[in-house]
């Protein structure tokens, strides 16, 4: 199908495909013309043909950000693919306890509940103490959800996965059905924005843990193999890389060995 503005729309994809390493393929537009809606009207261009000249050439940054935002996928819950946090649990973190720090870099971090639920495991496999030499960094393309990640304050559909102990003892009320994570929780995360695909990444010290969850297939082969070789860079030698147990990175031909399902190592 084809829309008076199916210009604009090319452009906007194409854009979104060289910034950021977003792809949506000919069977998402309605998908993506959805989600950019929200930005035309805040805007109040009148179409896709009049946001697209606007982004292209010096665009606005809110609404370069909100374009970003209104693009990337936010969907997220916590202890979410339970499969791969036990073998977190039970594979990685015994091998790095006894570092006097632990450096875990959640990717793509959405509104934080993968960063948060990290250092919920941690304390609950390795004791609270444990977090005090815990430092997890949570990145997000979008300012906004980055925002809402700093503020840590939850729908409680976001914890549909969530043991009511846990909810419990991490959480508190903070009204209209909403949980904030205590602050032992929040001290341990920070919160950045960044773009995957504005390589090399700029961090002095390296990780020992990375999660790249259910981002990766929104990128062509070669963004995915790009990040997948930036990350590599940034992890220490004998640290992990964990992703989704629906996303293989066998056929890329990157250099991270495969452990099991959604985990995979870099040689020591």
């Not at 035309?40 to 609404?63: C, I, K, M, S, W």
């Not at 250092?119 to 960094?137: F, H, N, P, S, Y």
């Not at 102990?165 to 995360?189: H, N, T």
């Not at 297939?217 to 992990?240: C, H, K, M």
């Amino acid at each position: 199908m084809s829309f008076p503005d199916q210009a604009g729309y090319e452009q906007i994809r194409s854009w979104l495909s060289d910034r950021c390493g977003i792809n949506f393929a000919d069977n998402k537009q309605e998908l993506l013309r959805q989600r950019l809606s929200r930005v035309t009207r805040r805007f109040d261009y009148g179409d896709l043909n009049g946001l697209a000249p606007d982004l292209l050439h010096n665009p606005p940054q809110e609404v370069e950000l909100a374009v970003m935002s209104a693009a990337s996928t936010n969907h997220t819950y916590f202890f979410r693919e339970p499969e791969v946090l036990d073998n977190f649990r039970t594979m990685i973190l015994p091998e790095i306890a006894e570092r006097a720090e632990m450096r875990v870099w959640s990717a793509a971090a959405s509104t934080g509940d993968e960063a948060y639920t990290v250092a919920i495991l941690v304390a609950e496999t390795l004791g609270r103490q444990a977090l005090k030499k815990l430092k997890i960094l949570g990145t997000d393309i979008s300012a906004p959800v980055v925002a809402r990640a700093e503020m840590g304050v939850f729908p409680h559909r976001q914890f549909a996965q969530t043991d009511p102990s846990i909810l419990s003892r991490y959480f508190e009320p903070a009204g209209m059905e909403q949980y904030r994570v205590k602050e032992e929780i929040r001290d341990v995360c920070t919160f950045r924005r960044m773009n995957l695909k504005a390589r090399p990444y700029p961090f002095i010290h390296p990780f020992q843990v990375v999660f790249c969850r259910n981002i990766l297939y929104y990128f062509d082969r070669a963004d995915q193999i790009g990040t997948l070789e930036a990350i590599y860079d940034a992890t220490e030698p004998g640290g992990w890389l964990i992703t989704s147990v629906t996303e293989s990175i066998r056929d890329l031909g990157s250099r991270w060995e495969p452990v099991v399902a959604g985990i995979y190592r870099r040689p020591a």
